[in-house]
């Protein structure tokens, strides 16, 4: 069964105390990995996409990693406006449906 | 350019009242997902259409939910019969193609429905 695990389930930084969240997957035939942000109340929203193993993206203060079994989302120097929960999800079922981790909820305070 | 737009942002039902939920997808777009989201739990697909077409409804419960995408107009959630369990935010995506490591899914704000 194609499963997604990320942890830490919860993580709490200060301003500019870099860290980073992993993504563990379990997929047969992986077609790629993304990453979504999701503030309270609203929907995810796309970060990254990553494709094949060795593959980096950077976003600003966020850069995102992809090896053959896991994925790290490398947050450098956080601020306060970077507190959300972070969602990891792999394609599944031919490619048409996405599969997703519970997410790290992620608290930057000052 | 308008993202995902869904319809209400929240509902609130009665026991055994009928939902219905609305998906407008990014422009361009022809591929639309249903997601649901319980409370401390993670998103879970529900079903993916195509114009007219439902291409996968493997997430979908086998009573009560149904789901459409007709030629003109929105995607439709349906929910019959709504119970305490129902209770949760409904999340629409869309994206230009399907089936391939660079399928994007684009994600509305959710609709939020309250059964009481």
């Known amino acids: 069964e194609d499963q997604v695990t990320q942890s830490p389930e919860a993580l709490r930084l200060q301003e500019g105390e870099s860290s980073s969240l992993n993504c563990s997957y379990t997929v047969s035939g992986l077609r790629g990995l993304f990453w979504y942000r999701q503030d309270p109340g609203k929907g995810p929203e796309f970060l990254f996409t990553?494709?094949?193993a060795g593959e980096e993206k950077e976003k600003e203060r966020l850069k995102a990693t992809l090896t053959k079994k896991e994925s790290f989302l490398h947050i450098t120097a956080p601020k306060p406006e970077d507190s959300a929960t972070y969602l990891c999800?792999?394609?599944?079922?031919?490619?048409?449906?996405?599969?997703f981790g519970t997410g790290t909820q992620l608290k930057v305070e000052l | 350019n308008a993202g995902v737009m869904q319809n209400p942002r929240h509902l609130v039902r009665r026991r055994g009242q009928e939902a219905r939920l609305r998906c407008s997808p990014m422009?361009?777009?022809?591929?639309v997902y249903w997601y649901r989201q319980l409370p401390e739990e993670g998103l879970k697909f529900m079903v993916y259409?195509?114009?007219?077409?439902?291409?996968?409804e493997s997430g979908m419960p086998k009573e009560r939910f149904s789901a459409e995408f007709p030629k003109e107009g929105p995607s439709i959630l349906r929910i019959q019969q709504v119970v305490r369990g129902d209770s949760a935010a409904y999340f629409c995506?869309?994206?230009?193609?399907?089936?391939?490591?660079?399928?994007?899914?684009?994600f509305g704000a959710g609709t939020r429905l309250s059964v009481l």
């Open positions: 999800a792999v394609p599944t079922g031919g490619g048409n449906k996405l599969t």
């Open positions: 259409l195509q114009k007219e077409n439902i291409i996968d």
């Open positions: 990553l494709y094949s």
């Open positions: 995506a869309s994206s230009p193609r399907a089936g391939t490591a660079k399928n994007i899914q684009y």
């Open positions: 422009k361009g777009h022809s591929h």
